[in-house]
């Protein structure tokens, strides 16, 4: 059985069977038997339903549309979903992407996968891709087992699936949203336009502060090695930032929440940042934006909810992506940065830490990882590793500007350099 | 009965997104679910709750341990019977 596949592969795809070859099946294996039905635990999980394999694998399958041509399938598991896809006349092309190589030798040793790998409309990839294809669909269960090589495609396909959720949870469903920018309309009229930076900073090195952990420490970094570049710095880095020294040029704000947002700038010194605007999309809450004693630039995110209000009052557009550090870059790459420093881009628990200057967590509580720039996993959360890569496509679609991450400690960001303060 | 209906259907909601990978969604409706269940629980007759027990530590260890096509597969065809057949 092992044989007869590997032949197969060795005969289509050497490139994928050469990898195959050196790779050992996993040790951790116990086949699962209910009733008919035959399935596969693998180091504590199970990879396909030990009840119906077909009904689920006809269920996955099912987010791709049943009259598409082509189609991805991103792992393999014990080769069900392929087999549910190619079942399909209309299916021409087939792109099966293994993510574990471990854990398809070892399905090779249980259960036969020459049949769909026959298939001429099969192509099977490994994954060296950085981009997920559509229409696609996954089988979880080979998500949570990834190689390290797949672990930011892995990131991309979860973050794809979890789009629908996402996008219930942002969704106004109480017009709360609505009417607080309803309720700012007065404010966004009278307040600036954060457009007025753009092209400001032109060829220069702008430093963009997010507020994880690292940020106490390259703050301090700042301090000492500033040379008057610009600095930006989002609502939640300001007191790291301020108490090493360093007055930012930008502070930016997005997020509706009062409480979380006001205890941002709870004990800072507001009067002597005077001269430091703010922008902010006003679905912020006014008495945040009433607070701020500077100037007050407004930027709307590519949302449906500023549809109405940008047509009475246009003003900056900036990426939003979930993470108030996406407005925060596109500002400086709009004001003409030719270099961006990163600075507590974390997306992620160095030290344990959820954020700069706040408690450690508990360690049992972190479930989820992502590799920091040493290689070395580190605790963080899906909307963390959801924001991350999305910042890395941002950077992807941006080279004509130099990205730096002046922290190894936090998650490695695809597409920058490591930053060293005393260069 | 409106009720009643409405329980199974986020019962399938949630395991039909833990087979699609979907784990904000699939987190989502489980907890969501849990809190319906523990209120349908106090009218089961003890029998069924004895039989119920059991399932119910097997589904929270293997969702804490992320064993999500175990979770769908205990709720699906293990719990969904006992609790509303």
Known sequence: MVQETLHVIQKRWPKVAKRLENEKPTRDVHLVQVGDELSLRVNGLLIGSAYNRVHEARLQASLVPALAEEATVYGIGLGDLPRALLERPCIRKLQVVCLSLALLRTVFEHFDQSDWLKDPRVELLLPDMSTISFPMAAVPSELSMVSSEAEALK??????????????????????????????????????????????????????????????????????????????????????????????????????????VLSFFLGVDLEALRAVPLVYFPRLHPDVIDLWEGPKLVAYAEHSHYQEIEARYPRARLFSSGSVIHPAVDLAVKAGAAEIVLMGTDFSFPGNRFRAGAHLLQEERVRHFVSNGYGQAVGTMPNFRGYLRDLETYISCHPEVRFYNSSRDGAAIAGTEFWEFAR | MIQFENEQLLLQDCVRCFRLGMEGMAGDRFAKYIDVLQERLAGLAPGILVRLTPVLSEILLAQQRRDFIWVADLMEYRLRPLVYD
């Open chain 1, 155 to 260: 990131d991309r396909v979860l973050l794809e699936l979890d789009t629908p959720y996402i996008r219930e949870r942002h969704f106004d469903q109480s017009g709360e949203i609505a009417q607080r920018i309803q309720s700012n309309a007065g404010r966004v009229a009278r307040d600036g336009d954060a457009a007025s930076f753009f092209g400001r900073w032109k060829g220069q090195r702008v430093f963009v502060a997010a507020a994880g952990p690292t940020l106490e420490q390259t703050s301090q970094m700042l301090a000492v090695h500033h040379r008057g570049e610009p600095v930006v710095v989002v609502d939640a880095g300001l007191k790291p930032l301020l108490a090493a020294g360093v007055t930012p040029n930008l502070v930016i704000s997005i997020d509706d929440k009062r409480e979380g």
